[in-house]
């Protein structure tokens, strides 16, 4: 195998961490060691220990165990960087740290946080090593921040002539609505009242009065007006959606019926077996659009500098690598 210049650091990794086949299939772990950075191990059993966290199956384990050896020894690498340049992490920021994750995760219950971290193999010892490599390995990291001062007018202009899909708006609309549900005696009923006001609207169509004045609608107070600009997406009711978006602007639906939802005990949404009736009215549309470069400029600033920023991190993840002796 080949050598790589420097005795700065000295980085072994070993391949063979799968040894032979079992009935042609299964791969059998042989040296848990696979790599080790400077008199830092890294196992295997570390490395399968966080792959087991996201629920990799077996095949996942294989394809991406490289990988996370991979991220394991970067993470590594910022350590030796963040020694070299004489920095030190106070015991004290690491507690602080400690105690946010225990209260932000689990409401400062300590015995919960406990059983959490042994049901994946870890101590609290080794869980405030895990919190001491990540936070180091981020501040080295951030060390290659850049700023929107380091993106040129040109370069944004660029990625917006390349990705103009990324800044199309779609079709949205605003609705109003007069709602006949449950309070009425029946479907009958509800179907009869809502023929009724319906009339009334073809007569005098002032809709923001009768839906103020008519209907169960949760906006009925502010003259049936939702209030805000939506999407197809975004009504998850299908008739709704169909209704709504087929109606021009200014106009109002006849009267339409709609199986209501109800989120069951399990926690999933199904049909509640009420029928509510609906007359929806579309005050203003807004045309789906290219939104022009200047109103997006900020945020494609935002997307080139973490472009930026990611590209100098692997620079400088690899200038460490170049001084590693890899076996």
């Known amino acids: 195998m080949g050598l790589s210049i420097s005795s700065k650091w000295f980085i072994v990794v070993i391949l063979s961490g799968f040894g032979c086949l079992l009935g042609g299939s299964e791969l059998i772990e042989v040296n848990r060691v696979v790599a080790r950075v400077n008199g830092e191990v890294i196992t295997w059993g570390e490395i399968e220990l966080a792959m087991e966290k996201l629920n990799f199956s077996k095949k996942e384990k294989l394809q991406r165990a490289s990988e996370f050896v991979d991220g394991k020894v970067d993470r590594l690498l910022s350590q030796v960087a963040f020694k070299e340049k004489g920095m030190a992490l106070p015991e004290t920021y690491i507690e602080q740290e400690y105690s946010s994750k225990l209260m932000s995760n689990f409401n400062g219950d300590r015995r919960l946080f406990r059983q959490v971290l042994q049901s994946n193999g870890q101590s609290p010892l080794e869980y405030k090593e895990q919190l001491k490599e990540d936070i180091i390995h981020m501040h080295m990291l951030s060390q290659r921040k850049r700023t929107r001062d380091d993106i040129s007018p040109q370069s944004v202009e660029d990625y917006y002539q390349l990705n103009q899909n990324e800044f199309r708006t779609e079709k949205r609309i ?10 009425n005696d029946g479907e009958s009923d509800l179907n009869a009242e809502a023929k009724r006001i319906y009339s009334l609207l073809e007569k005098k169509p002032d809709f923001k009065l009768y839906a103020s004045q008519n209907g169960q609608s949760q906006f009925r107070e502010k003259g049936g007006d939702w209030g805000v600009f939506v999407s197809r997406e975004e009504i998850r009711n ?6 709504a978006f087929e109606l021009k602007e200014g106009e109002f639906s006849e009267p339409f019926s709609v199986d209501l939802l109800e989120r069951k005990t399990d926690g999933s949404v199904g049909p509640s077996g009420k029928i509510t009736w609906y007359i929806l009215k579309v005050s203003k549309i807004e045309r789906a659009r290219l939104l022009p470069v200047d109103e997006v400029r900020i945020e494609i600033e935002g997307i080139l500098s973490k472009h930026l920023e990611l590209t ?9 690598k170049k001084n590693a002796y890899i076996e």
């Open 312 to 320: 100098e991190q692997r620079k400088w993840l690899s200038r460490q």
């Open 174 to 183: 605003r609705l109003s609505e007069i709602v006949f549900s449950e309070n």
């Open 238 to 243: 299908s008739k709704i959606r169909k209704v």
